[in-house]
């Protein structure tokens, strides 16, 4: 059970490694469309995400730090999710419904994260074992 474990975090880890790498190379598409969404200071905002989900990302996959790891890519979610999708704001049937899958993905990862921390630490196979 270990090993899946490890294939487990490796890709959910992925996924926030991924997103970050986004953040970084698409800032100024990112910026745009957070402003779109009312964001002030929205070029900060997609930077510090970025850190958020890189730092959190790192943690997941490496077995660092988990709880810190986990309440990171928490504090990335939560007010992302109710800002940049706020699908009950949408009055185009489509945009609604793009926007409601994001929100209720992005509310099934923060319920992911958060049973993570009924996970004993330290995780197995962390890198500093």
């Given amino acids: 059970m270990d090993i899946l474990f490890l294939i ?3 890709i959910f880890g992925g996924y926030f ?3 970050a790498w986004n953040h970084f190379k698409n800032i100024e598409g990112l910026t745009g469309y957070a402003t779109s969404k009312g964001v002030s200071s929205a ?4 930077f510090v995400s970025g850190v958020l989900l890189l730092l959190g990302g790192l943690g997941v996959v490496f077995g660092v730090a988990p709880e ?3 309440a ?21 049937p489509n945009a609604r419904m793009m926007e409601r899958i994001a929100f209720m993905k992005n509310m099934a990862l923060v319920a992911a994260l958060l049973m993570m921390y009924a996970i004993p630490v ?6 500093l074992q």
Avoid at 43 to 46: E, L, N, P, S, T
Avoid at 122 to 127: D, E, F, K, R
């Fill in 68 to 70: 810190a790891s986990l």
């Fill in 17 to 19: 490694l991924m997103n």
């Fill in 43 to 46: 070029r900060a905002g997609v």
């Fill in 72 to 92: 990171l890519l928490i504090i990335f979610l939560v007010p992302v999710t109710f800002m940049m999708h706020a699908f009950w704001k949408q009055t185009d």
């Fill in 8 to 10: 487990g975090r490796l």
């Fill in 122 to 127: 330290p995780w197995v196979y962390n890198v």
